[in-house]
């Protein structure tokens, strides 16, 4: 059988694909284009098992060492996924970390509809209203896959769960757990009631501590923004305040430190996971 042919390797910044991926930096061609890049090669890897719609993988050969990962490259090839090969000096100026593996893809965004959140019984969501950072949303998306949590729902104004900080902080948690958008609050509210998914607000004026606080399911956990918390009259809103018990001269917890520890507690006490998850 003779070789695959390949496209030749690149080697300028104004090639167009090279030029996609900086464009896609930037969250108003992201939305425009329906796309994002991600990077590494354990995010490329889950995209690809993910099934994820990729647009084209980018290789610098000399930078991608792992046979298996190579392997995988060539089987994506062969099923016509396109690769792009670059140069390792190209690869490093596009890349958003020091020390690149040499793997990237671009992949177009599969956004989820919020009325189209499968609510399995047991669920557990983590709601976020409007974060404004995207490697907290990032983080949270990983631990919400960590604990086996149904799905991300991010209300309000939020930020870009496609943003690269974001894309990379969930080290390629955001192809295994949906992440749908409400455009508000009551949007979020109003699935909520209609689906009976009881709503935990957390907050440090909650009635009830976490540990004593009980939990039905299917449940979603509600954290406001990293300064603001969430403003009154959505806590209003909520059928069950809580608070994280805290000692010491802190006054608040990051909030993906804070999502963390709410979702491993409801984790602990009452078992929830996704489909084909192990127990922890």
Do not use: C
Request: charged share 20%; glycine share 10%.
């Amino acid at each position: 059988m003779p070789e695959a042919t390949h496209e030749p390797i690149i080697s300028s910044a104004a090639n167009p694909v090279i030029k996609r991926i900086r464009l896609l930096a930037e969250r108003k061609h992201r939305r425009r284009e329906g796309a994002f890049v991600v990077e590494g090669i354990q995010p490329v890897w889950q995209a690809v098992e993910a099934g994820a719609d990729i647009e084209v993988l980018v290789v610098a050969p000399e930078l991608l060492k792992p046979p298996a990962a190579r392997a995988m490259i060539t089987s994506e090839e062969e099923r016509g996924t396109r690769v792009a090969r670059v140069t390792s000096e190209l690869f490093a100026r596009i890349a958003g970390r020091d020390g690149p593996a040499g793997l990237a893809a671009i992949v177009r965004a599969r956004p989820v509809p919020l009325a189209a959140l499968d609510v399995p019984a047991g669920a557990l969501f983590v709601a976020l209203h409007e974060p404004g950072n995207p490697g907290n949303v990032g983080t949270i998306i990983r631990t919400a896959s960590a604990v086996g949590a149904a799905g991300v729902i991010l209300t309000g104004a939020a930020t870009d769960p496609y943003d690269p900080a974001a894309v990379k902080a969930s080290m390629g948690a955001l192809f295994d757990v949906p992440v749908a958008a409400a455009a508000s609050a009551q949007e979020f509210l109003h699935w909520s009631a209609s689906r009976q998914v009881t709503v935990a607000a957390a907050s440090a004026r909650g009635e009830r501590s976490l540990w004593e606080a009980e939990f039905p399911a299917p449940l979603a956990l509600w954290l406001g923004s990293e300064g603001e918390g969430l403003p009154g009259p959505l806590l209003d809103r909520a059928g069950l305040h809580v608070r994280i018990p805290m000692v010491g001269t802190a006054e608040s917890l990051n909030l993906a430190v804070a999502a963390g520890v709410l979702l491993y507690e409801v984790r602990r006490r009452t078992g929830l996971a996704g489909p084909g998850r192990l127990p922890l």
